[in-house]
């Protein structure tokens, strides 16, 4: 179950109400990491960055914040431990 505090909620409502009732929530992270040299072919997908280019994550959330977003999501949707564990060791064992 997710749960939102009223604070986030009402930030979230004053910004549909000022995008005129509907507001884009999803700008293409994993396309942006892929124009800036990320390969995102792998079980982890764009969690992988998190830990092979972290920057990359900074960067690519400075560059819509500098657009004017005004939400930021991480990229961890993909990173539950289970399937992180299982792509560190992929990740390890390719470099051996």
């Known amino acids: 179950m997710v749960s939102y505090n009223n604070d986030s909620f009402s930030k979230l409502q004053e910004l549909v109400e000022r995008a005129g009732g509907c507001a884009v929530m999803d700008g293409g992270l994993a396309t942006q990491l892929e124009f800036h040299g ?43 431990w289970r399937v992180m564990v299982g792509g560190r060791r992929r990740q390890l064992s390719s470099e051996a």
């Open 38 to 80: 990320a390969n995102l072919h792998d079980p982890l997908w764009s969690a992988l960055c998190l830990i092979s280019m972290p920057e990359l994550i900074y960067k690519v959330h400075w560059d819509y914040l500098e657009a004017g977003a005004e939400i930021l999501v991480t990229a961890s949707y993909q990173g539950e």
